[in-house]
């Protein structure tokens, strides 16, 4: 799995204006529905299906990252979207600290596989401290494309 | 001389229905960091930091995975046996 494959370059915002947690993964799923990954009709439920899992507990995993995810009845592939906030966001995340990066899941009811590979994914290239920096101090959308296509080239599997 | 030299080791089988996804890693990373010890997971030829939620999420371990729990400190031993315990429970059965 690339990620390049999991997550859809024209969703993509270097430039997340929302501030607030709920606000800001509404703009992520608002993302993908512009770029026709999911339809305008399930935005609110897929919102609402990934706030509910946010509420058992914080995606942000620390340093600046954040997965909010759900299972939702209406994707057949799991689909993502990144959004970077120059700002920060408060996402109650296990370290206390602002989440700058948010890499949003939505995955069919009955895939836990493709799902744990996506958080594998994201997870190798995030260890790496410094595709963390850059993808975070991305100057545009385009640059964060390009970061993403160097991890997929970089960090193959086992 | 103390076991704080040696590395100890266990075997664990994920038992999370879903593999040891966002959830279940942040359980065992939580659980991890209140050993003083080194704490790593072996998957094949590679270890993983416990103490990384990264590092814990990066082991693609999908139930049924076998993984070897390490570690070497001062509580190594109780380390390596709790973590063995939690990673093969069914920790999204927890509600």
Known sequence: MRLLDLVVAGAMTAELTAVEKEDVIAELVDGLVAAGQLSKRVAKSVTKAILDREALGSTGIGGGIAVPHA?????????????????GVNFAAIDGEPVYLVFLLVSPPDQP?????????ISVVLRDENFSRFLRRAKDR????????????????? | ???SEEWVEGEAVVASALGLHVRPARIVWERARRFSSDIR?????RDYDVKSIFDIMALDASRGTALTVRAKGDDA?????VL???IGTDLDAES
């Open chain 1, 71 to 87: 299972k939702h009845p209406s994707v057949k592939n799991i689909v993502g979207n990144l959004g970077r906030s120059r700002k």
């Open chain 1, 113 to 121: 596989g493709p799902h744990l590979k996506a958080l594998e994914r």
């Open chain 2, 1 to 3: 001389m103390t076991d």
């Open chain 2, 84 to 86: 063995v315990a939690l």
């Open chain 2, 77 to 81: 031993r109780r380390a390596v046996a």
């Open chain 2, 41 to 45: 997971i072996r998957k094949g030829r």
């Open chain 1, 142 to 158: 385009d640059e964060l494309v390009s970061l993403l296509a160097e991890a997929d080239e970089t960090f193959r599997g086992d």
